[in-house]
C-alpha cells in the first residue's frame, strides 16, 4: 500500500514481462521511494491502478475476480470526473444480479399478504385483464387446475372479482365500512382464494404469453396508488425480507370447496432477499474510479428506485440513473393501468434501447464498457454493444438465450481476454460463492452451465 497525494492506492496485479528493477548498489532510499512513485503514476503493471478504492475479493469467483479488477484499472478516470461525456458506464440489471431473488415478486407476496392495494373492486377484472392480448385464451397445459381443466385470463379475473369484492367491505384496512383485522380476514376462504389466484395469475400469464405482456403485468397492481405510496410499500417490503425471508420455496393453493370458475389451482415461489455485499462493493468502486454506474430494470420504477438509491441498502445510484418499468398517471398523480409508452419497456430489446436513447448520448454516444445481468431478460443488452469490455453473468443455470452467453464464458475461464464472465452462488444462503458454479435452491451439487 502507497500513498499519492494523500490518497492509499493498492496495486493488485503485475504483468510478468513488465518489471522494475532497482540495482543493490548505489541507491539511497529516497531513490527507492521514487522509483516505486514512477512505478504507480508510468502504470509499470498492467493498466493502471485502481483509486481511490480498491475491489475487494470477498467471495467472487477468482478468475471473475480478476476480470473485473482489469476492466475497473483499464477504465478508472477521476481525473475526468467533472466532464461527464468522457466518463465511461457500467449498465447492470437488478434483480437477480444486484439481489439475491426478486424485489418485484417479493413485492406481490408482501403486497398480498397484507392487502395492500387502492384498486376498487369494480376496475379489478379491468386491472387484470390489461395487456392480455386474449383474456379467453387457454393458459399453457402446466397451468390447468387440480382436476387437469383448461383455465384462461378471464376465469381467473372474474374469481379474483369474487373474492376481493368480499374482502373489500370486511377488512378494516380497505377503510370501505369492514371491521375485521388483518389477522381475521387471513382466516377466510376469500383471502386465500384472492391471495393464491393473483399469484398464479402472475405465473400463468408470464409462463403464457410473450414478456412484453406478462414482464408490465404484475405493476398494473398498483393502479390507484401515488408514487410514493408504492415507494413505501416497497421499502417495508425490502426490510421484511432482508429480517424475515428465508431462502425456501412456499406452494399456496386454493381453497378446495369454494366455488369458482377456474377451480383449484396452486402457484409456488421463491422466498428471501439479499441485497450482494460483492456487487455493493462493485458498484461503489465503481463509482470511486470515475466509471457511472446505471441500473436498467424490468421491475418497477418506484420499487428500484427504492432498492437502488437508498442508501440503506448499499447501493447509492442516482435516481436519474435508474431505468425501469413505469405507468401513466391520472389527473391526481396516481398510477393507472396503462403502461407509459414515453419509455421503453425495460426487458429484451427494450434494455438495449434504453440504454442507445437516454444512456449512450450522455457519455458521447459510446457504448457501456461493463454490463451486468442473469437471464433472457438481459441477453440484448449483453450482445448488442460491441464496445463492451466485460460482460458479468450470474449464474443462475438458466435454460434460456442467456444458455448461450453462460457456455462461452464457461468456456473461456481464466482466458485474460474473455467477454464474458461466470459467478456462481448458493440459492439456498443467498450468498455467491468463490466459484463460477451454482448451487440451485434445495439442491447440494454444484452446476456449471447447460448442454
Given amino acids: 500500500m502507497s500513498n499519492i497525494d494523500g490518497v492509499s492506492v493498492k496495486i493488485l496485479f503485475y504483468r510478468e514481462t513488465n518489471k522494475c528493477f532497482i540495482k543493490p548498489f548505489a541507491v539511497i532510499i529516497s531513490l527507492i521511494l521514487l522509483s516505486i512513485l514512477s512505478f504507480l503514476l508510468a502504470g509499470c503493471s498492467s493498466g493502471s491502478s485502481v483509486r481511490p478504492g480498491a475491489l475487494a475479493e470477498n467471495s467472487w469467483a477468482p478468475h471473475t475476480y480478476q476480470a473485473l479488477v482489469r476492466l475497473i484499472a483499464g477504465n478508472s478516470v477521476p481525473g475526468k470526473q467533472s466532464e461527464p461525456e468522457l466518463k465511461p458506464y457500467a449498465v447492470f440489471d437488478f434483480d437477480n444480479t444486484l439481489a439475491i431473488n426478486d424485489v418485484e415478486e417479493a413485492l406481490l407476496i408482501y403486497q398480498l399478504e397484507n392487502l395492500a392495494f387502492k384498486i376498487k373492486p369494480e376496475n379489478i377484472i379491468d386491472v387484470l385483464q390489461t395487456g392480455i392480448p386474449d383474456v379467453h385464451a387457454y393458459f399453457k397445459e402446466a397451468y390447468n387446475n387440480k382436476a387437469g381443466e383448461k383455465v384462461t385470463t378471464a376465469m381467473v379475473a372474474r374469481d379474483c372479482y369474487n373474492a376481493y369484492r368480499y374482502l373489500y367491505d370486511h377488512y378494516v384496512g380497505f377503510h370501505a365500512g369492514g371491521t375485521a383485522s388483518l389477522e381475521d380476514i387471513k382466516k377466510t376462504e376469500e383471502y386465500k382464494e384472492f391471495t ?12 403464457t404469453f410473450d414478456a412484453s ?8 397492481l398498483f393502479t390507484g396508488m401515488s408514487p410514493q405510496e408504492v415507494q413505501i410499500l416497497a421499502e417495508q417490503s425490502n426490510d421484511y425480507w432482508l429480517n424475515n425471508g428465508i431462502f425456501t420455496k412456499i406452494t399456496w393453493t386454493s381453497p378446495e370447496n369454494y366455488s369458482s370458475e377456474s377451480g383449484v389451482v396452486s402457484t409456488s415461489f421463491k422466498t428471501g432477499l439479499r441485497f450482494v455485499p460483492e456487487m455493493q462493493n462493485l458498484v461503489a468502486t465503481m463509482m470511486q474510479n470515475g466509471i457511472e454506474v446505471y441500473i436498467c430494470s424490468a421491475s418497477f420504477h418506484d420499487v428500484i428506485i427504492v432498492s437502488a438509491a437508498n442508501p440503506k441498502y448499499g447501493f447509492s445510484v442516482p435516481v436519474a440513473n435508474i431505468f425501469a418499468m413505469r405507468l401513466k398517471k391520472d389527473n391526481s398523480g396516481r398510477y393507472i393501468n396503462q403502461y407509459d409508452d414515453n419509455y421503453f419497456q425495460t426487458q429484451g430489446e427494450g434494455k438495449s434501447k434504453t ?9 458521447g454516444n459510446s457504448d457501456p464498457v461493463f454490463v451486468a445481468g442473469d437471464s433472457a431478460g438481459d441477453y440484448n443488452m449483453m450482445t448488442d454493444f460491441h464496445g463492451m469490455q466485460l460482460g458479468l453473468i450470474i449464474n443462475r443455470y438458466r435454460n434460456d438465450t442467456m444458455k448461450t452467453l453462460s457456455q462461452i464464458a464457461a468456456q473461456t475461464i481464466g482466458n485474460p481476454d ?8 448458493d440459492e439456498n444462503t443467498g450468498r455467491f460463492r468463490a466459484s463460477e458454479k451454482t448451487i440451485l435452491l434445495g439442491e447440494t451439487r454444484e452446476v456449471l452451465v447447460r448442454e
Fill in 213 to 220: 405482456v406478462g414482464y408490465p403485468w404484475v405493476t398494473y
Fill in 196 to 207: 393464491t389466484k393473483i399469484r398464479y395469475l402472475y405465473e400463468a400469464v408470464n409462463g
Fill in 355 to 363: 440504454i442507445t436513447q437516454f444512456i449512450r448520448p450522455a457519455h
Fill in 418 to 425: 474473455a467477454r464474458y464472465v461466470l459467478q456462481g452462488r
